[in-house]
């Protein structure tokens, strides 16, 4: 079993930054794939940025350029660096862990508004 705790969401003027962490705990040494989905009001919920065990990324359309992702082994932690932040990126964000057997793991979401 794997829990996934988030952190770092808040409140950002447009063109700012944030950083998000969500920590993996439980049985993790399964785990394949970790990454980043968010869901705005009245939208889907879509592809922010996932990170593989050999460290290869892939980014939704709308973050590319703007935002990174990386892991820190040691810690259990992968982290969503978002820069150049628009008022579109706002949603929910939630880390999400896939394991080698395909199963899915949510975190429980974190806030990202950005505004004025």
């Known amino acids: 079993q794997v829990q996934l705790v988030e952190s770092g969401g808040g409140l950002v003027q447009p063109g700012g930054s944030l950083r998000l962490s969500c920590i993996a705990s439980g049985s993790i040494v399964s785990i394949n794939v970790m990454g980043w989905y968010r869901q705005a009001p009245g939208k889907q919920r879509e592809l922010v940025a996932v990170?593989?065990?050999?460290?290869?990324?892939r980014f939704g359309d709308a973050v590319k350029g703007r935002f990174t992702i990386s892991r820190d082994s040691a810690k259990n932690t992968v982290y969503l660096q978002m820069n150049s932040l628009k008022p579109g990126d706002t949603a929910v964000y939630y880390c999400?862990?896939?394991?080698?057997?395909?199963?899915?793991?949510w975190g429980q979401g974190t806030q990202v508004t950005v505004s004025s």
């Open positions: 990170i593989n065990k050999g460290d290869s990324a």
């Open positions: 999400n862990a896939v394991s080698a057997s395909e199963e899915a793991y």
